[in-house]
């Protein structure tokens, strides 16, 4: 299983931080084993630098990528989407979705899939519909907005950029990496910030592991 994450100038490092930190560590898997690769993807192989400053260099470039039914590609939010460069992966990406394969996006991501006509006709949420439909005037899925932290429809995921907990729990749900006990109590963890759900979510590895 591959998860594509693609990487552009300026992309948010705190929407992709709690995803990456889980499938890279895989601490908290159903089978710890399970053959799950991470590949950064851009549109070429110059390093590109995150807001918080650091420089990525891509793995791969799109036209490399072997999408199979199982992969999933990660769209994270950043202020350049709608620039020229990133047409690329959202034709890939609309491309997926048509094909209802496995996309997420969030925040800025949105935009670019509702500019490329990607979200007209699917369950979805954004950053803000008014902004949304003020920026992209080509954008005709109004009806299918929901004013949701995370929409979670079929084989794609949007989130506002203010919920990368929210993200991150419907992709390790798609995923299926995480057992329905853990992943519940990963959630209230960081939702609640209570210490029930922390003694829960490594009662819920014993259980697994056993």
């Given amino acids: ?9 300026t992309v948010a490092d ?6 990456l930190a889980e499938l890279n560590s ?5 089978h710890p084993k399970k053959d799950l690769k991470i590949i950064t993807v851009s549109n070429d192989k110059r390093p ?9 260099n891509p793995d791969i470039l799109i036209h490399e990528m072997c999408f199979s039914e199982e992969d999933f590609l990660i769209l994270p939010g950043g202020d350049t989407w709608l620039e020229k460069e990133n047409e690329e992966i959202l034709i890939k990406a609309k491309m997926l979705i048509d094909n209802d394969m496995n ?3 969030i925040c800025g991501a949105t935009i670019g899939l509702a500019k490329h006509g990607a979200l007209d006709s ?12 003020m920026i992209c005037p080509e954008y005709k899925g109004e009806e299918f907005y929901k004013d949701d932290l995370v929409v979670n429809y079929k084989n794609l995921i949007t989130a506002t950029g203010v919920a990368p907990v929210e993200f991150t729990r419907e992709v390790l749900r798609n995923l299926k990496v995480f057992s329905d006990e853990t992943l519940n109590n990963w959630y209230g963890l960081y939702d609640k910030k209570e210490a029930e759900y922390f ?4 009662k819920s590895l014993q259980i697994v592991t056993v």
């Fill in 1 to 9: 299983m591959n998860v594509y994450l693609y990487i552009l100038n």
């Fill in 14 to 19: 705190w929407e992709y931080g709690f995803l």
């Fill in 26 to 30: 895989k601490r908290y898997f159903s």
């Fill in 48 to 56: 590109k630098t995150t807001m918080g400053g650091l420089k990525i």
């Fill in 103 to 105: 996309v997420a996006a």
């Fill in 122 to 133: 699917k369950l979805h949420t954004s950053s803000d519909k008014t902004y949304l439909k």
């Fill in 199 to 202: 003694f829960g979510l490594m």
